[in-house]
Nanobody
Framework: QVQLVESGGGSVQAGGSLRLSCAASGYTYSSYCMGWFRQAPGKGREGVAAIDSDGSTTYADSVKGRFTISQDNAKNTLYLQMNSLKPEDTAMYYC???????????????????WGQGTQVTVSS
């Protein structure tokens, strides 16, 4: 079955960097759209970035220019490089997968079928 396992979270100071990874298995990775989502305490889950099977990417305005999504199809692994981190980036980060999604809906959580368990990112000021 589809399995997504995130890693790479941790605690950093504002201005620091982290790289999240998501190891995927159980399906043809390269044919899916992959996304990163996050959920802060007391808030709903929001889309952060997504990358489709053709390599095209979508970012939330709040992370543009600071976060970069990428993937290694040979390793079935999704990445999120996070630079210039801010305290408001503190959240549980999840990776997700879906077979097909229109580009304008890539950051909608209801478009994704498979989810990882999450990895915590904490940014202190």
């Amino acid at each position: 079955q589809v399995q997504l396992v995130e890693s790479g979270g941790g605690s950093v100071q504002a201005g620091g960097s982290l790289r999240l990874s998501c190891a995927a298995s159980g399906y043809t990775y390269s044919s899916y759209c992959m996304g990163w989502f996050r959920q802060a305490p007391g808030k709903g889950r929001e889309g952060v970035a997504a990358i489709d099977s053709d390599g095209s990417t979508t970012y939330a305005d709040s992370v543009k220019g600071r976060f970069t999504i990428s993937q290694d199809n040979a390793k079935n692994t999704l990445y999120l490089q996070m630079n210039s981190l801010k305290p408001e980036d503190t959240a549980m980060y999840y990776c997700a997968a879906t077979r097909s999604v229109p580009w304008y809906r890539r950051l909608r959580e209801d478009e994704y079928n498979y989810w990882g368990q999450g990895t915590q990112v904490t940014v202190s000021s």
